[in-house]
């Protein structure tokens, strides 16, 4: 396996970070991404962003109805 070590940056933000995957180095940073890599896998890539795209569309969804109720509130409230 090829050694790669971090810059300093990412060595001193290990303090704050802790040891994660953009921080560790070696077998600690095999183990990590080899754990995460599933992840990125085309497929589930696709399912992911299909939930990201229902996700948007209900948070929409959401703020249009309560500028709706908003409006409401205004407009009987103002006697209109």
Same mark, same amino acid.
């Given at each position: %396996?090829?050694? $790669?070590?971090?810059?300093?940056?990412?060595? =001193?933000?290990? !303090?704050?970070?802790?040891?994660? /995957? /953009? %921080? #560790?180095?070696?077998?600690?940073?095999? !183990?990590?991404? !080899? %754990?995460?890599?599933? /992840? $990125?896998?085309?497929?589930?890539?696709? !399912?992911?962003?299909? #939930?990201?795209?229902?996700?948007?569309?209900?948070?929409? #969804?959401?703020?249009? /109805?309560?500028?709706?109720?908003?409006?409401?509130?205004? =407009? %009987? #409230?103002?006697?209109?």
């Amino acid at each position: %396996t090829k050694k $790669f070590m971090k810059g300093i940056a990412l060595q =001193r933000a290990k !303090r704050l970070l802790g040891e994660g /995957l /953009l %921080t #560790s180095e070696g077998q600690m940073h095999l !183990r990590q991404r !080899r %754990t995460i890599q599933p /992840l $990125f896998h085309r497929q589930q890539v696709e !399912r992911s962003k299909a #939930s990201a795209v229902d996700s948007e569309a209900a948070r929409k #969804s959401h703020e249009e /109805l309560a500028a709706l109720y908003e409006d409401e509130i205004r =407009r %009987t #409230s103002d006697g209109g």
